[in-house]
Structure formats: C-alpha cells, structure tokens
C-alpha cells in the first residue's frame, strides 16, 4: 500500500510526534507507516484522515502488489 | 485419591472454568477487545523479582536449595518473566499488539521445535527420551518472547 503521510504531514506542518499524539499511537507506529512497513488498520486510517481532513483514499492507495 | 490427582483435576476444572468465563455469552468484539495488560511498573517488580530468585538462594544459608539445585528460584524466574512479558508498555497500540502477537508466534514455534529437538537428539544419542520440567519450557518460551519482543521494538526504534 502506498501512502501520503509523510507529505500530508508536511503540508500541516506536523511531526511525527504530533500526529502520534493526535491519534493516539506511538511514533514509531507512525514512521513504520510512512516507511510502508506497516499497514494500519480502518479505524486508525480514518482518524488520521480525519486529522488531515481528506478522505482516506487520498492519503492511503492500493499498491499493484495488493 | 493422590495428591496429584485431585490437582490435575482442580487445574482442568480451573481451566474449563476460565474458558467458559472468557467466551461464554460475549459477542466477538468484546472477545477481541484489547488486550488486557499489567500495569507499566510490573517489568521493574519482575525485574528484581529475576534478580532476587538468582541471587538469595545461592547467597544466603536459608535452605533454598534442593540437591544443590535453585528449583525456587526458577520459579520465581518465572514469575517474573511473566510479569515482565504481560506488563504494558508506554504507549500501546495496535502495532504494538501486533509485536507481541508475533512474538508469541516466534516463542511457541521456538519452545515446540526445542521439544522436538531435544527429545530426537537424546533418544539418538543416549537411546532414552529427554525428561524435561514444564518449569525449563515455560522459561525458555517466555525468555524467547521477551528477547523477539524488545529486539523487534528496539529495531523499528533504531530505523529512523
């Protein structure tokens, strides 16, 4: 799965603690995220498009792989 | 009836009885809610706990030793590595819970392969099977989920 994370993160201006905090996770679940180590779940996707105030299809998209 | 009989039935009854309370009635989510987890301070009492059970018996004249060999401090090993592996951690999350699942995948597969390993390798050797204590499997399992666990977590930390 590919993801946006990391640049919608930047167009916030928030780190990686930030979104962590914001969400509810540790940050190191978030860099594993970004880095496509880690597949996050539906509820944990829809809270950080919630944070990012964008559907979760703009910020998490299917790889060819999947 | 011996004593080892009626504990082996009141083990089996309390087991039964655990089951029965853990899933009876409940609908899958509550089954499949979080993890319920000891409080963060646990991983220090089970750390001195370790400690104690390794050091006492073998440092003080209390009469701890059976045939020279530290049996109750092996179970207070134990103890204490269960409390260091059920204790939460600072922030606990679904990832989180995904380590320690596969952590104890990692550590039953370790423990059955050990079994297996040293059973075949003492009937070759010495035509006799290993006669191991559930108390050194037990150690061995949690000891593997606790090295996979903190390597694991301590990997994605280092990963920047």
Same mark, same amino acid.
């Given at each position: 799965m590919i993801n946006r994370l990391k640049i919608e993160r930047a167009i916030k201006n928030l780190t990686q603690d930030d979104l962590a905090k914001l969400i509810g996770v540790s940050r190191q679940t978030i860099n594993s995220i970004e880095k496509g180590r880690y597949v996050p779940s539906t509820v944990l996707a829809l809270k950080i498009s919630k944070v990012f105030e964008k559907p979760v299809n703009n910020i998490f998209e299917l790889d060819e792989s999947d | 009836m011996e004593l080892k009989s009626i504990l082996i039935i009141a083990v089996a009854i309390i087991f039964f009885g655990l089951m029965v309370w853990m899933f009876?009635?409940?609908s899958e989510k509550e089954v499949f809610k979080k993890l319920k987890l000891f409080p963060r301070w646990f991983k220090y009492l089970g750390l001195v706990l370790i400690v104690i059970s390794a050091t006492v018996p073998f440092s003080f004249?209390?009469? &701890? &030793?059976?045939d020279g060999k530290n049996y109750i401090g092996v179970q207070g090993a134990n103890l204490g590595l269960f409390l260091i592996c059920f204790a939460r951690d600072k922030i606990e999350d679904e990832m989180t819970n995904l380590i320690r699942l596969k952590s104890f995948y990692r550590s039953v597969i370790f423990g059955f392969l050990y079994v297996i390993v040293m059973d075949t390798g003492s009937y070759i050797m010495g035509n006799k099977f290993n006669e191991m204590p559930a108390y050194q499997l037990v150690f061995y399992i949690m000891s593997f989920y606790i090295f996979s666990y903190y390597i694991t977590k301590s990997k994605i930390r280092s990963d920047k």
């Open positions: - | 009876h009635g409940k004249d209390l009469n &701890l &030793l059976y």
